[in-house]
T-cell receptor, first 112, second 115 residues
Framework: GESVGLHLPTLSVQEGDNSIINCAYS??????FIWYKQESGKGPQFIID?????DKRQGQRVTVLLNKTVKHLSLQIAATQPGDSAVYFC???????????FGQGTELSVKP | EADIYQTPRYLVIGTGKKITLECSQT?????MYWYQQDPGMELHLIHY???????EKGDLSSESTVSRIRTEHFPLTLESARPSHTSQYLC??????????????FGPGTRLTVL
């Protein structure tokens, strides 16, 4: 069936370094992808999204890369800060859908 | 900042009790969703609604039920709570985006523990 998954369940980085969180998706019909950040005890918070007609999108300190050939999505966080420590989820949505399919989260831990 | 609210934030209840988890949003979004999430795990869609009087079951089977009588309100009810219902329940909403794309805004969640 459809699935979205992450390669690494945990990631530990030094403060100030760049972080890369990866995600694989299986539904080639998916046309929209989102990254969410979830801090302990809170609901997911939108970080950045990308449509399938793009391969890169940049936000403030974050960049999402989409490789449709290998069905791979990544989130890059520049100059990672302690406040970036959280669980990060990728999610996909098929065109004309509305439902999001979430993958397994990656826990990012930032060491001071 | 998303204006979507959930109450209660935490609920501990005994087996067999009826409970209703509240979710309200003030953004006028037509679409609303309920997810179930175990600690550290992915979110699973259990119910969604695309408008008033519209409700659908999600991808994960759930014994809960929902109603959508008003645009801003999407409560979830468990008629008889069981320990297997212990989980975090997240409510979300979104508007109809261009081309069908839609960012979902999440509430803070209700952590339910059934003893």
């Amino acid at each position: 069936g459809e699935s979205v998954g992450l390669h690494l369940p945990t990631l530990s980085v030094q403060e100030g370094d760049n972080s890369i969180i990866n995600c694989a998706y299986s539904n080639s019909a998916s046309d929209y992808f989102i990254w969410y950040k979830q801090e302990s005890g809170k609901g997911p918070q939108f970080i950045i999204d990308i449509r399938s007609n793009m391969d890169k999108r940049q936000g403030q300190r974050v960049t999402v890369l989409l490789n449709k050939t290998v069905k791979h999505l990544s989130l890059q966080i520049a100059a990672t800060q302690p406040g970036d420590s959280a669980v990060y989820f990728c999610a996909e949505s098929p065109l004309q859908g509305g439902k999001l399919i979430f993958g397994q989260g990656t826990e990012l831990s930032v060491k001071p | 900042e998303a204006d979507i609210y959930q109450t209660p934030r935490y609920l501990v209840i005994g087996t067999g009790k009826k409970i209703t988890l509240e979710c309200s949003q003030t953004m006028g979004h037509d679409k609303m969703y309920w997810y179930q999430q175990d600690p550290g795990m992915e979110l699973h869609l259990i119910h969604y609604s695309y408008g008033v009087n519209s409700t659908e079951k999600g991808d994960l089977s759930s014994e809960s039920t929902v109603s959508r009588i008003r645009t801003e309100h999407f409560p979830l009810t468990l008629e008889s709570a069981r320990p297997s219902h212990t989980s975090q329940y997240l409510c979300a909403s979104s508007e109809y985006g261009e081309g069908g794309y839609n960012e979902q805004f999440f509430g803070p969640g209700t952590r339910l523990t059934v003893l």
